[in-house]
């Protein structure tokens, strides 16, 4: 039997594959999964949007009270204007990448991204018919500004992803500024995936979408309300962008799930100190994974952002440490460039990530 080649030629995720294959008795530090239940307020607005019947279509862009509210949300956090209008709400960050690329890439088109970085942006590159373009990180695991400028000739478009995956890192307003005001001197479009933009510890986020108009902004509540499973996101850009990327979604989805937009209208209009207490919980788990790893011998810069510890390690150890029962995800499966390293996500409960020192500790 033939298929696409364009699907052919693609690998299964290496952070599914462990996911998938961890044992009973595996410490799973591997998926960017918060272990922290939705909170209530959320699931009690989705059980009451079941209860009033709101299971049928919504409207493809999504139900204009969420958009609204998100609209609020990105004036007020994120310094951007965009209207309801301007917002698709989407099933989850990944869908709102997917509908991106295509729309605005073209067979042949360039896409840059960072490399390491995550798994998603080659493939959804690939799938749309471009061509991945990874650029390498600096040494100390930023965006290598002039290596960015130098691969943007030519290029359609470039994925900026801060707090980063898988390294943790926020990118400085400089940075964000610079690619996305050179990018539009090149033509270029910018897509910002700012799912980690809460939880940062010390540093500030900036949105692209400040510094022009050449940008696709993509959220998601996912990560900010543990609402992984719920699978809502949003994409807010321009107009015209916005035409475009919505004849993808009607015909790949038609509407985000009724009752998970009801759910995410709770979140964003809720009371908000439930994510400062997942960020402050975060921020402690990073000092104590951080400090444990560290006793152990192991160098690595102090992430400022996302949930994740990019970790130099041999390939040698990184099997050891999985066969102990500690799922972490070997760095190439973020790149090329991430060969010598290891994520190690402390979206774990504290019992959870002592365990795992204890076991890492005994293979040291």
């Known amino acids: 039997m033939q298929f696409a080649q364009r699907v052919s030629n693609l690998e299964i995720s290496g952070i599914?594959?462990?996911?998938?294959?961890?044992?009973?008795?595996?410490?799973?530090?591997?998926?960017?999964?918060?272990?922290?239940?939705?909170?209530?307020?959320?699931?009690?607005?989705?059980?009451?949007?079941?209860?009033?019947?709101?299971?049928?279509?919504?409207?493809?862009?999504?139900?204009?009270?969420?958009?609204?509210?998100?609209?609020?949300?990105?004036?007020?956090?994120?310094?951007?204007?965009?209207?309801?209008?301007?917002?698709?709400?989407?099933?989850?960050?990944?869908?709102?990448?997917?509908?991106?690329?295509?729309?605005?890439?073209?067979?042949?088109?360039?896409?840059?991204?960072?490399?390491?970085?995550?798994?998603?942006?080659?493939?959804?590159?690939?799938?749309?018919?471009?061509?991945?373009?990874?650029?390498?990180?600096?040494?100390?695991?930023?965006?290598?500004?002039?290596?960015?400028?130098?691969?943007?000739?030519?290029?359609?478009?470039?994925?900026?992803?801060?707090?980063?995956?898988?390294?943790?890192?926020?990118?400085?307003?400089?940075?964000?500024?610079?690619?996305?005001e050179y990018a539009d001197d090149q033509g270029v479009i910018v897509i910002s995936d700012e799912v980690y933009e809460h939880f940062i510890y010390g540093a500030t986020h900036y949105s692209a979408g400040r510094y022009g108009e050449n940008v696709i902004t993509i959220n998601a509540a996912s990560k900010t309300y543990a609402m992984t499973g719920w699978r809502v996101g949003s994409l807010a850009a321009p107009q015209e962008i916005i035409d475009e990327c919505l004849k993808v979604h009607q015909y790949i989805l038609a509407c985000a799930t009724s009752i998970s937009q009801y759910a995410a209208l709770a979140a964003y209009t809720g009371d908000q100190r439930v994510v400062t207490a997942m960020r402050d919980e975060y921020h402690a788990r990073r000092d104590l994974l951080a400090s444990g790893l560290k006793r152990m011998g192991f160098e690595f810069p102090l992430p400022e952002g996302a949930f994740y510890l990019f970790v130099p390690m041999d390939q040698d150890l990184i099997e050891s440490i999985i066969q102990a029962g500690v799922i972490i995800v070997p760095g190439p499966a973020f790149g090329e460039n991430g060969q010598g390293y290891a994520r190690f996500s402390y979206a774990a409960s504290r019992d959870m990530l002592n365990a795992a020192l204890t076991r890492i500790q005994k293979l040291i």
């Open 16 to 180: 599914r594959k462990l996911f998938e294959a961890a044992g009973p008795d595996s410490i799973n530090l591997g998926l960017g999964q918060p272990d922290f239940d939705t909170p209530a307020h959320i699931k009690e607005a989705a059980i009451q949007a079941i209860q009033e019947g709101r299971t049928g279509y919504t409207p493809n862009l999504g139900i204009p009270e969420l958009r609204q509210a998100l609209s609020r949300k990105f004036e007020r956090e994120n310094g951007l204007s965009y209207a309801p209008s301007e917002i698709i709400v989407t099933a989850g960050a990944s869908e709102a990448l997917h509908i991106a690329m295509q729309a605005i890439i073209n067979a042949g088109d360039r896409v840059l991204f960072s490399d390491p970085g995550f798994v998603s942006y080659g493939a959804l590159a690939e799938l749309a018919g471009g061509v991945p373009s990874p650029v390498p990180l600096d040494d100390h695991l930023n965006i290598d500004l002039d290596a960015t400028f130098e691969a943007m000739d030519g290029a359609r478009a470039i994925v900026l992803n801060s707090p980063a995956n898988p390294t943790g890192v926020v990118e400085t307003e400089e940075t964000i500024r610079g690619i996305v």
